[in-house]
């Protein structure tokens, strides 16, 4: 008969995690049912029921049952290939608590087909708790002992493994980053030396694009100087031949003025010997009468003469004295007259020939002197044309020149920009490589700051290693001793501890169980 106290206790079972639920089974029937302390490959086979469902429900270890289709793969898995008919009519006989779920618990209740209530009743070593639960603390903490050695065995050959690439890696980066380094201080070295050489010929090209203005400003300044002398030249040439012809015209005038003068002269002479001659003739006639008469006087009074010769000569005399000589005298007068004007106008004709011939000479003398400065005007237009023409070329060179001077000038700006580029380029990298040689010592400070760490790591992991190694041994030893010493219903968990135990000795390494099996601890 089923008492509500026997379906409690199965509940409460079947409310416990699988492995607990293994356990308790394998310590009701140690001895009895199945009696597994006689068939361990049965206690083995209630170890793989544990660890299946573990696996198959979604709550792992804190799983406690299974539902129709996780309970129908352990089956499967475990026992044998069911049909759904039959899968369904095992899983109903196994759910003795009518919950539609499958328990370890019952999964096995209905494997062994043994009497549930039994199961919900058996005793679990009370009396051997203390020892079950010293062994259960004991095996736990070598457990945990070792997955904590096989972590920090773990991080330490992996922060070895890395401690010594990143060591490596940053060895391999500082010398690089010295050689590149290296190379960059040469490169800036090189680009300052270059920007200083660029620097002097710009300096220079800006100094010869100076001195090329200059002599251009100079050239032009001298073209047009040359300019303006060749235009005054040129005006001086066409003053010279305006004088020059305003001579030839003055010196033909006056040569014609001379002749004209020299042919009025002529006339004057001539017209004053006539005139000259008339009053000669005139003074002549006066003279003669004067002497015939002073003679006829002399006679008259001559005693030596006789008295006939006396009177004809006072008669003659009478009557010459008779005569009028107004006429004469005034035909005289008016002759002197005559002469007088003629003299002066022959006079006159003469200055007026002198003056002509000095103008002839004068107007003669402009003219060569105009020649002479038209010849000047001419040579020192000449000469300005070729000073002008000199001037040009010069200043057509200056330009040239210039223009040359000013393409050096750009170019050795250019130049002096792409190298002060160049510098601060090569400055830039130097500063990148100081700092990529800087990170790189700092990498490999902290390379070997982790070598430190891992080879403390190491040694942390040894020290686990040998934590591990004694808990296992005094886990172990102790495991040993309580087998030989809990006689009651507890030696299921006792089996579990030691399968548990044994499991766990899959994780060490052969170098870990050879010095587990050599290490001797003293028995608890």
Request: hydrophobic share 40%.
């Amino acid at each position: 008969m089923v008492t509500t106290t026997d379906m409690q206790k199965l509940k409460q079972l079947n409310a416990l995690t699988y492995k607990e639920q293994g356990v308790w089974f394998l310590n009701a029937y140690w001895k009895t049912g199945p009696t597994f302390s006689e068939n361990p490959e049965e206690a083995e086979k209630v170890w793989e029921y544990v660890h299946k469902c573990v696996e198959l429900d979604t709550k792992g270890e804190d799983g406690c049952e299974l539902d129709e289709f996780q309970a129908h793969r352990v089956l499967e898995q475990l026992e044998e290939a069911l049909t759904v008919k039959d899968m369904r009519k095992v899983l109903t006989a196994a759910d003795v608590d009518f919950n539609r779920y499958v328990s370890l618990a019952e999964f096995m209740i209905y494997k062994y087909k043994v009497e549930w209530k039994f199961l919900v009743n058996a005793a679990q070593g009370e009396q051997d708790a203390e020892k079950i639960d010293m062994a259960t603390k004991m095996l736990e903490d070598a457990q945990v002992a070792l997955a904590e050695s096989e972590t920090k065995r773990t991080e330490a050959r992996e922060n070895e493994k890395v401690a010594k690439s990143e060591e490596k890696t940053a060895k391999a980066l500082e010398v690089e980053a010295i050689g590149t380094e290296a190379k960059a201080l040469r490169t800036e070295k090189e680009a300052i030396e270059d920007e200083k050489q660029a620097k002097l010929s710009e300096a220079m090209a800006i100094q010869s694009e100076r001195a090329a203005k200059a002599a251009e400003k100079k050239a032009i300044h001298a073209e047009m100087e040359a300019k303006s002398c060749e235009s005054a030249a040129v005006e001086s040439e066409a003053n010279a031949k305006t004088v020059e012809s305003d001579a030839f015209t003055s010196e033909t005038e006056a040569r014609k003025a001379e002749e004209t003068a020299i042919s009025a002269e002529k006339e004057q002479l001539h017209a004053e010997a006539e005139v000259t001659k008339a009053l000669s003739q005139l003074t002549r006639e006066e003279d003669a009468f004067n002497t015939k008469k002073a003679k006829l006087k002399a006679d008259s009074e001559d005693m030596n003469n006789g008295v006939v010769k006396r009177g004809r000569a006072s008669a003659e005399l009478a009557a010459l004295e008779c005569k009028d000589p107004l006429p004469l005298q005034r035909a005289k007068i008016n002759q002197e007259a005559a002469v007088r004007k003629q003299q002066r106008a022959t006079r006159a004709a003469a200055g007026a020939r002198a003056a002509a011939q000095l103008s002839r000479a004068n107007a003669e003398s402009a003219r060569v002197k105009a020649v002479q400065a038209r010849e000047e005007a001419e040579e020192a237009r000449q000469a300005a044309v070729r000073r002008r023409e000199q001037a040009v070329k010069a200043r057509e060179i200056s330009e040239k020149d210039r223009a040359s001077a000013e393409e050096s000038r750009e170019s050795a700006e250019q130049k002096a920009r792409q190298a002060e580029a160049s510098r601060k380029t090569a400055e830039a990298a130097r500063e990148d490589a100081v700092a990529s040689r800087e990170a790189a010592e700092e990498s490999r400070k902290a390379a070997e700051a982790s070598r430190a760490e891992a080879e403390a790591s190491r040694e942390a992991a040894e020290v686990a290693v040998e934590n591990m190694i004694k808990k296992f041994s005094e886990a172990e030893a102790y495991l040993e001793k309580v087998k030989l010493e809990v006689n009651s219903a507890g030696k299921g968990k006792i089996w579990w501890l030691n399968r548990e135990l044994e499991e766990s000795k899959k994780y060490m390494s052969q170098a870990q169980l050879a010095r587990l099996a050599a290490t001797e601890y003293v028995k608890v």
